[in-house]
C-alpha cells in the first residue's frame, strides 16, 4: 500500500500570539490591575477583520453560563457543587451561584487599541469579540495593547484563591487570552469548565506582588536573586512597588501557548536537576502534615524516571525547567508546569505528577484541541502514564483493566455518547470523563493489538517528531500509524472515536477440526487466537482484517495450519 510523505501537512498553518504582561497585585482585595501587548501574526491564508478573547474569570460570576450549566447538569462534578442541605437531606447546588460579588471572579476591559488605535469591542460573557479598525492581511502582523483588571474567585474550579487545601492564589487563565484560529476558523467558546485551547507565542510576564509571597509556575524566572529567599536586595535594585512592600517577579516562557502561576506565603521549595533534563521545581505548603512532605520530598527521584520513560516513548522534553506546584483543584496541566492539589499519599502524589507530566507530551507540545477532541489528549495521556505507573508499582499483565472495567459499564449504560463529542456537550459528566480518559486511552491499547506493540512505539515517536509544537487532529495521528504500520486504520478510527459501536466475538465449541468465530459485536478487529490442545500444546493463530490491506508483521496468516482449520461469521 502507498502512502504520502508525512510531516507537516503541505496546507498547515498556525498563528502566534507574543504577550507582553505585567500586572499588580492586591492579596488582601484579590484583585490586580494588568497591562498586556500582544503582537499577532497572521498566518493564516485569510484577512482578519475581527478577533476574539477568552474572559475566563467571568465564568466565575452567578447566573454565567457555567453556574447554569452545573445547576442543570444530570451529574455534575463534585467540585464544583456542594450540600446546603443536611446529610440526610442533601440539597446540592452550584458553588458558584453562592459567590458573593467579593468572591466572584471577573476581567474587565478598561482599554484597546490595535496600532495605538483605540478599537471597538464588545463583552459577552466570558467572550469578547473585538472588530479591528484595519483588517490583519494574510502573512501581516498587528499589535493589540489593553489594560484590563481583574478579581480572583474564591477557588471553585482549577482557577481561584484559598483553595481548600489553603495555597493563597492559584492563577490560572487568569488574563484576556486571543482564542485560537485555525483552517475550521475561531474557537471562541464560551467557558464552560471544560479544557483550553490557544495559539503559541512567546510570554514575557512581570508579577509585582506582596514580597512575602513565592510564586511558581510557566516560564524562566529572570530574576532570582531579587526575589528568591535567602537573598539580599540592595538599596540601588529597590524600586518605588518594593519600597511599599512587593517586589517583581519577572518570567520569560518561549513558544508555549498557555502561562499559570500559583502563590502563596508558606510554600517550601525544593530545586532538583534531573540528569541530562530540566530543572524541576517543586513547591509546597511548609504546613503540609509530615507525611505528605515526605512524600514531596520523594519527588526528585521519581521525576528523574518519568522524564526518562517519557523521552524513551516520545521524545525529550525541549525546555530547561518544569514546575510542580500545591494548587487548584485536583491536577491540571501548564505550559512549563502543572497545579496539584498536595495533601496526598505517596502513590496519589505520584500518580497525579505522572498524568499531569505526560500531558506535556500530550496537549501542551502536541497541542490538540482538548475542548474538541478531550481523548486525543487526555485518552494518550492516561495510556502513558498508566503504564509508567505500572512500571513503578504494580507489574500488571494488564495495566489497562481498569480503563476496561469503567469503558464496558458506559458502554452498557445506554448513556455512551461518541468520543468525537464536543468536550462541553456530554449529557453526563461521567460519559465525558470515561470516554476521553478511559476509552481514550483504549484507542491506544488497542491499536498496539491491531499494529503490534513496537510498531505503535514507533508510531507514538513519529507523531511527537512531527508535530510537536503544532495542532494535530485525530487524522494526522492516523495517518503517522497508517504509513508507520503499512496498515490502513481509519476504519479503527471511524468506528472507535465517531460511533458507540462495540467488539464483541464469541467463540463456537469445537466440532471436530474446526472452530467457528461469531462477529456479535460491529466493529471488526483482527484476531489472534491461541488453541491449546489436550497434550498440553498450542498453536497460535492470527487472522487479519481485508480492510487492514496489511497485517502485523512476523504473523502469518492462519492459512499456514495443517493440524486446525479457523472460520470467522458474521451474525
Same mark, same amino acid.
Given at each position: 500500500?502507498?502512502?504520502?510523505?508525512?510531516?507537516?501537512?503541505?496546507?498547515?498553518?498556525q498563528?502566534?500570539?507574543?504577550?507582553?504582561?505585567?500586572?499588580?497585585?492586591?492579596?488582601?482585595?484579590?484583585?490586580?490591575?494588568?497591562?498586556?501587548?500582544?503582537?499577532?501574526?497572521?498566518?493564516?491564508?485569510?484577512?482578519?477583520?475581527t478577533?476574539y478573547?477568552?474572559?475566563?474569570?467571568?465564568?466565575?460570576?452567578?447566573?454565567?453560563?457555567?453556574?447554569?450549566?452545573?445547576?442543570?447538569a444530570?451529574?455534575p462534578?463534585?467540585?464544583?457543587i456542594?450540600?446546603?442541605?443536611?446529610?440526610?437531606?442533601p440539597?446540592?447546588?452550584?458553588?458558584?451561584?453562592?459567590?458573593?460579588?467579593?468572591?466572584?471572579?471577573?476581567?474587565?476591559?478598561?482599554?484597546?487599541?490595535?496600532?495605538?488605535?483605540?478599537?471597538?469591542?464588545?463583552?459577552?460573557?466570558?467572550?469578547?469579540?473585538?472588530?479591528?479598525?484595519?483588517?490583519?492581511?494574510s502573512?501581516?502582523?498587528?499589535?493589540?495593547?489593553?489594560?484590563?483588571?481583574?478579581?480572583?474567585?474564591?477557588?471553585?474550579?482549577?482557577?481561584?484563591?484559598?483553595?481548600?487545601?489553603?495555597?493563597?492564589?492559584s492563577?490560572?487563565?487568569?488574563?484576556?487570552?486571543?482564542?485560537?484560529?485555525?483552517?475550521?476558523?475561531?474557537h471562541?467558546?464560551?467557558?464552560?469548565?471544560?479544557?483550553?485551547?490557544?495559539?503559541?507565542?512567546?510570554?514575557?510576564?512581570?508579577?509585582?506582588?506582596?514580597?512575602?509571597y513565592?510564586?511558581?509556575?510557566?516560564?524562566?524566572?529572570?530574576?532570582?536573586?531579587e526575589?528568591?529567599?535567602?537573598?539580599e536586595?540592595?538599596k540601588?535594585?529597590?524600586?518605588?512597588?518594593?519600597?511599599?512592600?512587593?517586589?517583581?517577579?519577572?518570567?520569560?516562557?518561549?513558544?508555549?501557548?498557555?502561562?499559570?502561576?500559583?502563590?502563596?506565603?508558606?510554600?517550601?521549595?525544593?530545586?532538583?536537576?534531573?540528569?541530562?533534563g530540566?530543572?524541576?521545581?517543586?513547591?509546597?505548603?511548609?504546613?503540609?502534615?509530615?507525611?505528605k512532605?515526605?512524600?514531596?520530598?520523594?519527588?526528585?527521584?521519581?521525576?528523574?524516571?518519568?522524564?526518562?520513560?517519557?523521552?524513551?516513548?516520545?521524545?525529550?522534553?525541549?525546555?530547561k525547567?518544569?514546575?510542580?506546584?500545591?494548587?487548584?483543584?485536583?491536577?491540571?496541566?501548564?505550559?512549563?508546569?502543572?497545579l496539584?492539589?498536595?495533601?496526598?499519599?505517596?502513590?496519589?502524589?505520584?500518580?497525579?505528577?505522572?498524568?499531569?507530566?505526560?500531558?506535556?507530551?500530550?496537549?501542551? &507540545? #502536541? +497541542?490538540?484541541?482538548?475542548?474538541?477532541? $478531550?481523548?486525543?489528549?487526555? !485518552?494518550?495521556?492516561?495510556? %502513558? *502514564? /498508566?503504564?509508567?505507573?505500572n512500571?513503578?508499582?504494580?507489574?500488571?499483565?494488564?495495566?489497562f483493566?481498569?480503563?476496561?472495567?469503567?469503558?464496558? &459499564? #458506559? +458502554?452498557?449504560?445506554?448513556?455512551?455518547? $461518541?468520543?468525537?463529542?464536543? !468536550?462541553?456537550?456530554?449529557? %453526563? *459528566? /461521567?460519559?465525558?470523563?470515561?470516554?476521553?480518559?478511559?476509552?481514550?486511552?483504549?484507542?491506544?491499547?488497542?491499536?498496539?493489538?491491531?499494529?503490534?506493540?513496537?510498531?505503535?512505539?514507533t508510531?507514538?515517536?513519529?507523531?511527537?517528531?512531527?508535530?510537536?509544537?503544532?495542532?494535530?487532529?485525530?487524522?494526522?495521528?492516523?495517518?503517522?500509524?497508517?504509513?508507520?504500520?503499512?496498515?490502513?486504520?481509519?476504519?479503527?478510527?471511524?468506528?472507535?472515536?465517531?460511533t458507540?459501536?462495540?467488539?464483541?466475538?464469541?467463540?463456537?465449541p469445537?466440532?471436530?477440526?474446526?472452530?467457528?468465530?461469531?462477529?456479535?459485536?460491529?466493529?471488526?478487529?483482527?484476531?489472534?487466537?491461541?488453541?491449546?490442545?489436550?497434550?498440553?500444546?498450542?498453536?497460535?493463530?492470527?487472522?487479519?482484517?481485508?480492510?487492514?490491506?496489511?497485517?502485523?508483521?512476523?504473523?502469518?496468516?492462519?492459512?499456514?495450519?495443517?493440524?486446525?482449520?479457523?472460520?470467522?461469521?458474521?451474525?
Amino acid at each position: 500500500m502507498a502512502f504520502v510523505s508525512l510531516g507537516a501537512k503541505a496546507q498547515y498553518w498556525q498563528q502566534k500570539t507574543d504577550y507582553v504582561m505585567d500586572i499588580d497585585m492586591d492579596v488582601k482585595t484579590h484583585q490586580y490591575q494588568g497591562t498586556q501587548k500582544i503582537t499577532y501574526q497572521n498566518n493564516s491564508p485569510e484577512s482578519l477583520e475581527t478577533v476574539y478573547y477568552h474572559l475566563y474569570n467571568n465564568a466565575f460570576q452567578a447566573g454565567s453560563a457555567m453556574d447554569l450549566k452545573i445547576q442543570n447538569a444530570l451529574d455534575p462534578n463534585r467540585k464544583v457543587i456542594t450540600n446546603v442541605g443536611t446529610k440526610e437531606k442533601p440539597e446540592w447546588v452550584s458553588k458558584i451561584s453562592l459567590l458573593t460579588p467579593e468572591e466572584e471572579g471577573y476581567l474587565k476591559i478598561k482599554s484597546l487599541k490595535q496600532d495605538g488605535v483605540t478599537v471597538s469591542f464588545i463583552e459577552e460573557g466570558t467572550v469578547l469579540e473585538v472588530k479591528l479598525n484595519q483588517p490583519i492581511a494574510s502573512g501581516a502582523s498587528t499589535v493589540l495593547e489593553m489594560e484590563f483588571e481583574g478579581q480572583i474567585p474564591l477557588q471553585v474550579r482549577r482557577s481561584g484563591r484559598d483553595n481548600k487545601e489553603g495555597v493563597a492564589l492559584s492563577m490560572t487563565q487568569w488574563y484576556p487570552k486571543l482564542a485560537a484560529y485555525d483552517d475550521e476558523g475561531w474557537h471562541a467558546n464560551p467557558y464552560l469548565g471544560a479544557e483550553f485551547y490557544a495559539d503559541w507565542g512567546d510570554y514575557e510576564v512581570n508579577i509585582t506582588i506582596d514580597k512575602k509571597y513565592t510564586v511558581g509556575g510557566s516560564g524562566y524566572l529572570q530574576n532570582p536573586n531579587e526575589v528568591g529567599r535567602g537573598y539580599e536586595t540592595s538599596k540601588k535594585e529597590l524600586d518605588k512597588k518594593v519600597r511599599k512592600g512587593k517586589l517583581t517577579w519577572r518570567f520569560k516562557a518561549p513558544n508555549v501557548h498557555d502561562f499559570s502561576w500559583a502563590a502563596d506565603k508558606k510554600y517550601e521549595h525544593i530545586r532538583h536537576q534531573v540528569p541530562n533534563g530540566p530543572v524541576v521545581h517543586l513547591l509546597f505548603k511548609k504546613d503540609l502534615e509530615n507525611d505528605k512532605k515526605e512524600s514531596w520530598k520523594k519527588l526528585p527521584t521519581v521525576m528523574n524516571q518519568l522524564f526518562d520513560f517519557y523521552k524513551e516513548r516520545m521524545g525529550a522534553y525541549p525546555y530547561k525547567q518544569y514546575t510542580v506546584v500545591q494548587g487548584g483543584d485536583g491536577g491540571m496541566e501548564y505550559a512549563m508546569c502543572t497545579l496539584i492539589t498536595g495533601d496526598r499519599s505517596y502513590r496519589s502524589l505520584v500518580g497525579v505528577v505522572a498524568h499531569e507530566l505526560a500531558h506535556t507530551w500530550f496537549q501542551f &507540545l #502536541l +497541542a490538540s484541541n482538548e475542548t474538541k477532541h $478531550p481523548w486525543l489528549d487526555e !485518552g494518550f495521556t492516561t495510556y %502513558i *502514564s /498508566t503504564l509508567i505507573e505500572n512500571q513503578l508499582f504494580d507489574n500488571k499483565e494488564q495495566p489497562f483493566d481498569g480503563s476496561y472495567k469503567s469503558y464496558k &459499564l #458506559l +458502554a452498557k449504560s445506554g448513556k455512551e455518547q $461518541p468520543m468525537t463529542t464536543h !468536550g462541553d456537550a456530554f449529557d %453526563i *459528566s /461521567t460519559g465525558y470523563g470515561i470516554s476521553s480518559y478511559s476509552k481514550g486511552s483504549l484507542f491506544l491499547d488497542q491499536l498496539a493489538y491491531i499494529v503490534g506493540d513496537e510498531v505503535l512505539q514507533t508510531v507514538l515517536k513519529s507523531y511527537f517528531k512531527a508535530f510537536a509544537f503544532k495542532h494535530p487532529k485525530p487524522e494526522d495521528f492516523i495517518r503517522i500509524a497508517e504509513k508507520d504500520s503499512g496498515m490502513e486504520l481509519d476504519w479503527y478510527l471511524n468506528f472507535w472515536t465517531q460511533t458507540t459501536k462495540t467488539i464483541d466475538y464469541e467463540v463456537f465449541p469445537l466440532l471436530a477440526t474446526k472452530i467457528t468465530i461469531n462477529q456479535r459485536g460491529v466493529i471488526p478487529m483482527p484476531l489472534d487466537v491461541r488453541v491449546t490442545y489436550t497434550d498440553g500444546t498450542h498453536q497460535d493463530f492470527y487472522i487479519p482484517l481485508d480492510i487492514m490491506r496489511g497485517q502485523k508483521k512476523s504473523l502469518s496468516r492462519c492459512g499456514s495450519s495443517k493440524r486446525l482449520e479457523m472460520e470467522t461469521a458474521n451474525v
